[in-house]
């Protein structure tokens, strides 16, 4: 089974940044796509960003050019620098990870973490 862990979130004002941490643990043999999705209240689950095994990067339009997806591969954890935030990128940031563990491919997913822009 696979674990992840995410943390980063909170409160910040407009125009404020925030860098979201998603560590996976568990019985891990590799892992390939890693992506960043949000939902906001009342709102359906939508994808922000996603970062290949080989680190290749592709954003949706409303997070292009102030957000930006890493990973470490050695620490099996995908990061999300949020800058230039504004009140409608206050949503639930959850972590997706495409992972082989114990003989299969799994999609598994964090428990979220909340992120609030307000002044």
């Known amino acids: 089974q696979v674990h992840l862990v995410e943390s980063g979130g909170g409160s910040v004002q407009p125009g404020g940044s925030l860098r979201l941490s998603c560590a996976a643990s568990?019985?891990?043999?590799?892992?390939?796509?890693m992506r960043w999705f949000r939902q906001a209240p009342g709102k359906a689950r939508e994808l922000a960003a996603t970062?290949?095994?080989?680190?290749?990067?592709d954003y949706a339009d409303f997070v292009k050019g102030r957000f930006t997806i890493s990973r470490d591969n050695a620490k099996n954890t995908v990061y999300l620098q949020m800058n230039a935030l504004k009140p409608e990128d206050t949503a639930v940031y959850f972590c997706?990870?495409?992972?082989?563990?114990?003989?299969?491919?799994?999609?598994?997913w964090g428990q979220g973490t909340q992120v609030t822009v307000s002044s």
């Open positions: 997706n990870v495409v992972a082989h563990s114990q003989g299969v491919w799994n999609n598994y």
């Open positions: 568990g019985s891990i043999f590799s892992i390939s796509t």
């Open positions: 970062i290949t095994s080989d680190g290749s990067a």
